[in-house]
C-alpha cells in the first residue's frame, strides 16, 4: 500500500504562482508514472500532467507553458509548480501514483488539496 499526501495549495491571485507538493510513502522509483489530476465540482476528474519513472513529461492543453512537474527520488516526492495561475484552474488537484507489480497495475490517490485562484 502506498500512501500519498498532498500540501501547497490555497487562494491565489490571477497570475500568481504555487507549487504543490506530494509526499510518498515509498521509494517513487517503484511507482511507473506519478501524475497531478484536478477536478471540479460537477466535472470529471481531469489529468493535468503526469511525470513517467522512464520518458517525457505530458501536460494538458489548458496548462501547457504555465505548468511543470518533477519527480525527486531522493525525497520520494512529485510537485507541481503552477505560474501564470487563472480563475479557471481553481479546482481540488490530487496526486497519483501508477505502480505496476507483476502484471497487476495498482493507482494510489491522496487527499486531495484545494486551488483557488480570485482576485
Known amino acids: 500500500q502506498v500512501q500519498l499526501v498532498e500540501s501547497g495549495g490555497g487562494l491565489v491571485q490571477p497570475g500568481g504562482s504555487l507549487r504543490l507538493s506530494c509526499a510518498a510513502s515509498?521509494?517513487?522509483?517503484?511507482?511507473?508514472?506519478m501524475a497531478w489530476y484536478r477536478q471540479t465540482p460537477g466535472k470529471q476528474r481531469e489529468l493535468v500532467a503526469a511525470a513517467p519513472r522512464v520518458g517525457s513529461r505530458n501536460y494538458a492543453d489548458s496548462v501547457k507553458g504555465r505548468f511543470t512537474i518533477s519527480r525527486d527520488t531522493a525525497k520520494n516526492a512529485v510537485y507541481l509548480q503552477m505560474n501564470s495561475l487563472k480563475p479557471e484552474d481553481t479546482a481540488v488537484y490530487y496526486c497519483?501514483?501508477?505502480?505496476?507489480?507483476?502484471?497487476?497495475?495498482?493507482?494510489?490517490w491522496g487527499q486531495g488539496t484545494q486551488v483557488t485562484v480570485s482576485s
Open positions: 497519483k501514483g501508477e505502480m505496476t507489480v507483476d502484471t497487476t497495475t495498482y493507482n494510489y
Open positions: 515509498t521509494n517513487i522509483f517503484r511507482i511507473n508514472v
